[in-house]
């Protein structure tokens, strides 16, 4: 398999400034040697252009930089749809969530009623009506299941991207209260972080993938580190308490990689300025990656 990257260094969608340091900080810890010890090939596509917040100025602070994250996700919409036209899997690394727009978009112009797995602390489906913050970051699952602003729900041409019955949100535990309303009328299937302790993650896992895996061309994993305890995962972009921890987050991953569905993976929310030291938080993302990718601990 070939891997191309992808860099999204985007904090447009967040209140909080550092994420756009996320897919630098990655490839630092060694994301493409750990890949190339796995013996894949990789192709690093280096990071598509991101305007900075400081040169913008904002026109609608109820959906802040709204048309600026539409542009960028177009882009990369056009750039992971390329990838996998030539054959090659698209790992794309953020930056904050609102680039999942952009990745499912290509996703879902290339691949056929593809699934999703949806890694977050957060819902993420928020729209201008519930949104506490105008922050887009938290509104990109619910563009992408075509719920919100036009401009955030058409991109990539396509609407909605994924079907919500093959849509899977593993790790929840921050859900604004309207949010929250939404997603229970919604057909998404929700794991909080309560399912996850009762059920155990082997078997949340194995559900996510009967649903997400039904029909179609494969599954799409976004995987916000903040999904991790802040313990483990200190440098990401909110972070909230009584995530994922090391084991939990490794074998999820893992278990998908087993099964050859998955097509395409990004990861976000990497935030080296909130990071308590060392990286940290990066490698953990390049551990991440390989285990979803096929990596084990013993053959």
């Not at 690394?93 to 999703?116: C, N, Q, R, Y």
């Not at 991109?155 to 991207?161: A, C, Q, V």
């Not at 993650?201 to 194995?206: H, S």
């Amino acid at each position: 398999m070939t891997v191309e990257i992808i860099g999204a260094p985007v904090d447009l969608g967040a209140n909080r400034r550092g994420t756009d340091m996320g897919p630098s900080a990655v490839r630092y810890a060694g994301l493409s040697r750990a890949l190339q010890e796995m013996g894949l090939e990789v192709i690093d596509k280096g990071n598509i252009d991101v305007p900075v917040p400081e040169s913008i100025k904002i026109a609608n602070p109820e959906l802040m930089f709204i048309d600026e994250i539409a542009k960028v996700c177009e882009k990369l919409a056009e750039a992971v749809g390329r990838v996998i036209g030539r054959g090659n899997f698209p790992l794309v690394l953020g930056g904050d969530h609102s680039i999942a727009m952009g990745t499912l978009g290509g996703v879902s112009k290339e691949l056929k009623d593809p699934g999703l797995i949806w890694f977050d602390a957060h819902g993420d489906f928020n729209t201008l009506s519930t949104s506490e913050t105008g922050n887009i970051h938290g509104m990109s699952l619910a563009a992408v299941t075509g719920h919100g602003n036009p401009k955030l729900v058409n991109i990539g041409g396509i609407s909605p991207k994924i079907r919500e019955e093959k849509t899977i949100l593993i790790g929840i535990r921050d859900l604004d209260i309207e949010e929250k309303q939404q997603l229970r009328e919604s057909k998404i299937t929700v794991f909080s972080m309560k399912k996850v302790d009762e059920m155990g993650m082997a078997e949340v896992v194995k559900e996510a993938l009967l649903i997400a895996g039904r029909g179609g061309d494969g599954i799409h994993v976004s995987f916000d580190l903040d999904v991790v305890e802040p313990a483990v995962a200190s440098g990401v972009g909110t972070p909230v308490t009584g995530g994922l921890n090391y084991r939990e987050a490794h074998l999820a991953l893992e278990l998908i990689a087993e099964t050859k569905m998955l097509r395409s993976l990004e990861v976000c929310e990497v935030n080296p300025i909130m990071d308590s030291g060392g990286n940290r938080t990066a490698r953990l993302a390049v551990e991440l990656v390989t285990s979803a990718l096929g990596k084990r601990i013993f053959y």
